[in-house]
């Protein structure tokens, strides 16, 4: 027993001391690099959506200008402007 003691707290001890310190460095740096990682391509996709809502945006608006000169189009009586943008949708 005295002579397993000393081992576990001598020599031995401190080389499988320094092991667990250094695997567990190991471990606490990839810990902590995946939740990097998961945290960048949660940005990533944030970017992405809003990318996509500006897009959305931009495309609504050219729709509403379209829509309000139709609308004036028809007010106006203008048959053959209305004929021409209608044969343009293609």
């Known amino acids: 027993m005295e ?3 000393s081992l576990i ?3 031995l001890g401190k ?3 320094i ?3 250094v695997g567990g460095a190991i471990l606490y740096g990839k810990y902590y690099k995946a939740k990097a990682e998961k945290a960048q391509a949660r940005a990533d996709g944030y970017q992405a959506q809003v990318e996509i809502a500006q897009g959305r945006q931009e495309v609504q608006h050219e729709v509403d200008k379209i829509v309000e000169e139709t609308h ?3 007010e ?3 048959a053959a402007g209305l004929s021409d ?3 343009s949708l293609k």
């Open 3 to 5: 002579m397993l003691l």
């Open 9 to 11: 707290f001598g020599p």
């Open 15 to 17: 080389i499988l001391g």
């Open 19 to 21: 092991m667990v310190a």
């Open 72 to 74: 004036q189009k028809v």
């Open 76 to 78: 106006a009586g203008d």
């Open 85 to 87: 943008d209608f044969n």
